[in-house]
């Protein structure tokens, strides 16, 4: 949930159901595309999990700001928290150039 903050924790696998893919579903190309953002500053992650990302790289967002402020998001193959006040939306930044 976007608003809470971001916890791990272990839990016991009787209270985890695994649902199998439907092999049509999975046949279909996704087109779910998700939000992107612009880094507006650069980045250098202070904790482990953190994303460090140069001025102008271009982010998917997963999850939107929590109430500190930071998106969950990806650049690459890598995965982790960045500070929303740092970015901005693509198309806001293409309408300021």
């Given at each position: 949930?976007?608003?809470?903050?971001?916890?791990?924790?272990?839990?016991?696998?009787?209270?985890?159901?695994?649902?199998?893919?439907?092999?049509?579903?999975?046949?279909?190309?996704?087109?779910l595309?998700?939000?992107?953002?612009?880094?507006i500053?650069?980045?250098?992650?202070?904790?482990?999990?953190?994303?460090?990302?140069?001025?102008?790289?271009?982010?998917?967002?997963?999850?939107?700001?929590?109430?500190?402020?930071?998106?969950?998001?990806?650049?690459?193959?890598?995965?982790?928290?960045?500070?929303?006040?740092?970015?901005?939306?693509?198309?806001?930044?293409?309408?300021c150039?």
């Amino acid at each position: 949930f976007p608003d809470q903050p971001v916890r791990v924790g272990w839990f016991p696998a009787e209270c985890v159901q695994i649902q199998e893919i439907n092999p049509a579903a999975s046949s279909q190309p996704n087109t779910l595309k998700l939000p992107q953002c612009i880094a507006i500053f650069p980045y250098e992650a202070q904790q482990d999990d953190e994303l460090s990302f140069p001025a102008d790289a271009v982010l998917e967002i997963l999850h939107e700001a929590n109430a500190s402020g930071w998106f969950q998001a990806r650049l690459g193959d890598q995965i982790g928290l960045i500070p929303s006040t740092y970015v901005q939306p693509v198309e806001s930044h293409n309408q300021c150039k």
